[in-house]
Nanobody, 120 residues
């Protein structure tokens, strides 16, 4: 069983910055991608950023150039640096671990989420 826990959410003014962190523990897969998704009320969960164990990154279109994902601690800690925050970035941010059992087969694990609110 994998456990994920986010930290770092809070209230920030437009144009400001926040850093989110997620630590994975438990039965960690040998080949995983980790990243962040977010969900605002009335909207579907959307990709923010992911990073594979090999270092490949993927960003959602709305955050490209503003957010940066990184992994440390043997790949089991994932950080999201958010800059130039906008009102539309307000959402619950969820940490994700995707464990691959085949090239196109995987299991997803999720943290409980952390609230990010951008408001003046």
């Amino acid at each position: 069983q994998v456990q994920l826990m986010e930290s770092g959410g809070g209230l920030v003014q437009p144009g400001g910055s926040l850093s989110l962190s997620c630590v994975a523990s438990g039965s960690i897969f040998s080949n995983v991608a980790m990243g962040w998704y977010r969900q605002a009320p009335g909207k579907e969960r959307e990709l923010v950023a992911t990073k594979t164990s090999g270092g490949s990154t993927n960003y959602g279109d709305s955050v490209k150039g503003r957010f940066t994902i990184s992994r440390t601690n043997g790949g089991n800690t994932v950080t999201l640096e958010m800059r130039s925050l906008k009102f539309e970035d307000t959402a619950v941010y969820y940490c994700n671990m995707r464990g691959y059992t085949a090239p196109n087969k995987w299991d997803d694990y999720w943290g409980p989420g952390t609230q990010v609110t951008v408001s003046s």
